[in-house]
């Protein structure tokens, strides 16, 4: 609208001052046009079109005569933030595609249409952002964006009926897209109001409109403020930084969705996934960098805004909404108790779920709490919504008769059945909008699915819970046969199917151990069992080892008795908790799982906290409660507490990075082993290979020359024998390690001895520029080491990005240290010689470390047994140490180096200042140079008049 008003004073100057009023005028003007529905049919709409579009090309031809081709001086005024924020804010003539396509109720074809629309949007762009550089090169890009009187100069030429013509057709033009724009928001708001996203106000129309007036009143009322307060130049670059923010997070969203969602039904299939989403986001990003602060500001306030809204008003709103459409069950208007223990019970058709409810059902009463038994349905397709909707509808009514409350159950019952793009979804959400206090789930001791732990459902639940979680790990032949046995009335779901007389908590300690004594105590005091807890220890155990299990014992139930004082009292017979049964135990075994389920196999339950155990025991062995509960013939409850939401979010950000690893399977991991196996044999063709790589790296050191080092580098098979360490290490392997190792140490040896030789046989033993630059490594070689092992280890275990070797190989530069050791050697040079055995240490430990770590993230696993997981344990560790302590000098030498380069540009930054304030002298070269405690600079210059002392003494004030 401002831009309209603009052109309009071209031909009315009066109204200069005038246009921002002007502007608001016809904002008004426009939208009682759309409420009382004045604007022509719509199918004259695309005529209309083709009559300006004809006529604006009309007017570039024959304004092409009088172009001028722009001067390279006024090419080079233009710097590349210009075309960087002129690209940014091109991107907002997407809103015209945005407006043509909500315009429509329903697109035919749309698989053929939305390409054909989006590569004619991204034509017509791209020609009319050209036509702006090539017309209009000179012109600063505010003035672009921010006076549309520029264009119509452009244009006009000479000749009054050129500019009116010129002048009319960018005024209709810009009235017709803030018309369509205007529409645009306003099918937004309506449908958000239909959502319930928005007050319903919204969607009412009174008399005598045929629109609903309070849309487009707030639409005015908005864009009043925004054309009298805010300038054309900032609400561009807003538009754009919202554009590009949307386009990040739609791209994100793709990219998620194919992983997620693979099953999911899509109109468009983008080709060459996931390349096309990724350039698109790098654009995007990138096109930030064209944006000024005041554009990233207001686009981070309008969101801010937006976010508030949403989360005050639009969620609780929505939330309400969905029953009755993605949510079923309990009528929303019942009343339900403010802040109780709300226990959710996710629900499958197994054998379990009468135990599960049962132990629900229990917790509630001691705790007063509700009960939410949960069945969800997933939809991945969201096409598939009205189908999931019957589907749910039907399903809720069995689900809620198979939960319903028996006879003497006080525990009040809500079920709900759901829809959800997955289940591990549908779960997490309710338990936020539910407001749950503890989930409950069920953890059959089945073989697990790859890529998983626990199961594709059990896995993200327990990640990313929103609250205290509960797992019942159980087997599912032993749980059908203690149903068998147990006489139970039908449909009875107020107890599990047996009764709970002895329960088991093992003394492991850590986080989660509290929440483990809490549940165990309210299932005691519910069933009137008896608490055990043990401590399990090693057969040949020593007397002050006993006394410490014992001590440990003590604090168990030290901390248990206080767990009793905070119960809630149910009624008066569980006041009095202080003789309530603890009992303790010590069991001597081998492992600590054998101890739990020696002694877990005589009770009737086992509860225990998940453990804190290192990284390597969690993810890559399964933690002690998994592994306990696997081996366990009792059912074992592991508790996980909520931890607060920086914890959560960090978990979160882990688990995502760690699941989006690809994962290999048994029989890739097995040709992996194979290759790099016979890969790293010290046989005849590997000592040739190296022999020759020594040669040709020792040559093109003594020459200088890059390109010959280069060669050796690729000749090389170095590498392999160090990956070969890294797998040892992984896999816990010790005839591999020792192979890896007697290959590596031959290897070196052959090529430091023939660097020697050739040495000293050569004629030419000149320390050259490829020399010096290995014999003071710092921090960067380590993080190239580090990086060249990750990938060269993902390259080996990757098929599909083996070609990326020789690269690999370039970047890992091993061969030429070695060489240069040799040559440091025959020139009796221990500077030299101590340097480059520095660098390749440092290459060869770091390459290790990341290549152990690299495999172990992409699945590979020691063999079964403990003492292949504590070589697995001892070999990271040694590596990590190994790493560290060659961290030391490495950041000495990076110290000084910083400080050095910091002296040399301060001292070239003074004598430059210096210069320029003498014309009559230049200066030729400088040498700086540090003693203990001065810095000495030498420094020469040519100069009309013999320098002074004075000028010498003033020179070296400034340096000072």
Known sequence: MKSASRSLAALFPEIEAYTALAAVGMLILLVLINLFHLLPRREMLPSVLLVLLVAFVALLISA??????????????????NYLLAIASSITLFAGLEAITSSKRRILMPNIRLPQGLWITLLLGGLLLISAQLFIPTLPIFSVLDESTAVTRSLAGTGSFRTWLTVGVIFFALLLAASECMLTSARVLYSLSRMEALPRIFTRIRRPFRLPPYIFITLTMLGSLLILFIPSAWLIEISAGLFLTQVILVNLAAIRSRQAEPERRRTIVIPFFPLIPLLALTFSIVLFFGLVPVGLLGAAGWIAIGSVLLFVYSRPHLLEAQHGVTVFGQDPETIRQEGAFRILVPLGSGVER??????????????????????????????????????????????????????????????ITRLASSVAQGINDTAVEEKCSLILMSWPMETPKEGTRTGR???????????????????????????????QIDGDIASPPFQIKRILIPTAGGPHAPLAMRLALLLAREFDATTQTVYVTRPDATESE?????QRIESTIEALREQLSSLPQVDDSSADMSQFPIESRVVRAHTVVDGIVRAGSESDLVIMGASEESLIDQVLFGALPEKTARACPTPVVITKSFRGLPRFWLRRVWDGFFRSLPKLTRREQAKVYRGVYQGAQPDTDYFVMMGLAAMIATYGLLQGSTAVIIGAMLVAPLFTPILAISLAIVRGDIRLLKIAF???????????GLAVLLTVLSPLRSVTHEITAR?????????????????????????????????????????????VIGIGIAMWDVNIAGGASLLFITNLIAIAFAGAITLLLLGFRPTPGAEQKARLRVGLITSLVMLIAIMIPLAIVFINTAREFQTYQVVETTLQNYVETNPSQRLVQFDVSEGDDEINVDVTFNALSAFSEDMAENLRNDLV
């Open 742 to 752: 007697e290959s590596a140490l031959k290897g070196i040896a052959l090529a430091i």
């Open 64 to 81: 092409i005569h009088s172009w001028e081709p722009p001067s390279s001086s006024a090419l080079s005024d233009s710097s590349a933030r």
């Open 775 to 819: 014999i003071n490594p710092n921090l960067f070689d380590l993080a190239v080491a580090l990086v060249s092992g990750v990938a060269g280890a993902y390259a080996v275990a990757r098929e599909d990005v083996s070609t990326a070797l020789p690269g690999v190989a370039i970047a890992a530069a091993l061969v030429p240290p070695l060489g």
């Open 354 to 415: 009468r135990y599960v409810l049962g132990f629900a059902n229990a917790l509630a009463r001691q705790t007063n709490g509700d009960v939410i038994p949960l069945q969800v349905i997933p939809t991945a397709d969201p096409l598939a919504i009205q189908e999931g909707r019957r589907i749910a509808e039907e399903r809720n009514t069995l689900f809620k008769w198979s939960t319903r409350e028996s006879k003497g159950n006080s525990v009040p019952t809500y079920p």
């Open 546 to 550: 006993l006394e410490g299990g014992r």
């Open 457 to 487: 459902i059990l896995d993200p639940v327990v990640h990313s819970a929103p609250c205290d979680v509960a797992v019942i790990a159980y087997h599912p032949e032993r749980l059908s046969s203690l149903q068998a046995e147990e006489e």
